[in-house]
């Protein structure tokens, strides 16, 4: 059965802090991995990873995506309390109809 | 200006009262999707339509209908909604697979 599973499933800290959040999956004919960020209305996008070992940044934040260990990992340096969120890690995978899988998500919260 | 549209935003309704939600793109895209999102599940999908006249279920569509008579709309039937569908529901669309999903801003169903 496909699943993409996140950790931790919360994290809480302090502003200025580097957190690092994991996604790792179990997909068949996997086509690529999605970031998203919900605060608290519709998840917007933040990257697309399909290469594995190719670093994707915007601002303070940056993912990478291991397709040999199947997992990926979003970064996000010298935290704001704008960060506060779930991230949600989705799968697509090449099905018939391209499939996207979502994770549990990470509620991270930012405090001053 | 690129957007889903989902109404209504919030609904309080009773056991059994038929209740559609409705969604509509305008950005002529291809796939829409319905997904519910639960604590701790993160976000499933419900249904999906690939254009057109071709919708399928997805991961949890007991107790939903949909339809896709025209490109732009892809409405969300409860025909007799319970309980347990008490949820926030998403309605998104892409232009094809492997391309950004786009999210509507959400609707909080309850259902007493």
């Known amino acids: 059965e496909d699943k993409v599973v996140q950790s931790p499933l919360s994290l809480v800290v302090h502003e200025g802090d580097t957190v690092t959040l994991n996604c790792s999956y179990e997909?068949?004919?996997?086509?690529?991995l999605l970031w998203y960020k919900q605060e608290k209305k519709a998840p917007t996008f933040l990257f697309m990873l399909?290469?594995?070992?190719i670093e994707k940044k915007s601002g303070r934040l940056s993912s990478i995506l291991d397709k040999k260990e199947l997992f990926s990992i979003l970064n996000i340096t010298a935290t704001q309390t704008g960060d506060s969120a779930v991230y949600l890690c989705?799968?697509?995978?090449?099905?018939?109809?391209?499939?996207?899988?979502f994770g549990p998500g990470t509620s991270l919260s930012v405090i001053p | 200006e690129a957007q889903v549209t989902q109404n209504p935003r919030y609904l309080i309704t009773v056991t059994g009262k038929k209740l559609t939600v409705t969604c509509s793109q305008n950005?002529?895209?291809?796939?829409m999707s319905w997904y519910r999102q639960d604590p701790g599940l993160g976000l499933r999908q419900i249904y999906y339509s690939m254009n057109v006249e071709v919708t399928d279920k997805g991961d949890v569509p007991e107790g939903y209908k949909v339809s896709r008579k025209e490109k732009r709309n892809f409405p969300l039937i409860l025909e007799s909604p319970s309980p347990n569908q008490t949820s926030l529901y998403f309605c998104a669309s892409s232009r094809q697979s492997g391309n950004t999903i786009y999210f509507g801003e959400g609707s909080w169903l309850t259902v007493v």
């Open positions: 950005m002529n895209h291809e796939y």
């Open positions: 399909t290469s594995s070992g």
């Open positions: 989705a799968v697509e995978a090449a099905t018939s109809y391209d499939k996207v899988i």
């Open positions: 997909v068949t004919n996997f086509r690529s």
